[in-house]
Nanobody, 115 residues
Framework: QVQLVESGGGLVQAGGSLRLSCVVS????????MGWYRQAPGSQRELVAV???????NYIDSVKGRFTIARDDAKHTVYLEMDRLKPEDTAVYYC?????????WGQGTQVTVSS
């Protein structure tokens, strides 16, 4: 079974920073682009950032310039560095494979940004 274990969330004031981590089963990580998703209360889950196996990155407009996605192949871990956080970034954050359905989700990590 594929494992996705997110961590690093917390409560932070607006303007602050957090770094999320997601450890992924090695067999999946080595072959797949990885993405960070988020789901706010009452909203659908949205894909926030993607990084390919060749380290090509892409972001939704609302986080460009503030969030940075990175991957460590040796640790089969994907990171999301989040700076200048805003209250609208409050959500549960998940990692997953955006271009491959692995039929599995982790528990997510809660990010709460206070104003």
């Amino acid at each position: 079974q594929v494992q996705l274990v997110e961590s690093g969330g917390g409560l932070v004031q607006a303007g602050g920073s957090l770094r999320l981590s997601c450890v992924v089963s090695e067999t999946v990580f080595s072959r797949s682009a990885m993405g960070w998703y988020r789901q706010a209360p009452g909203s659908q889950r949205e894909l926030v950032a993607v990084i390919t196996t060749n380290d090509i990155t892409n972001y939704i407009d609302s986080v460009k310039g503030r969030f940075t996605i990175a991957r460590d192949d040796a640790k089969h871990t994907v990171y999301l560095e989040m700076d200048r956080l805003k209250p609208e970034d409050t959500a549960v954050y998940y990692c997953n494979t955006p271009y491959e359905d692995i039929n599995s989700w982790g528990q997510g990590t809660q990010v709460t940004v206070s104003s």
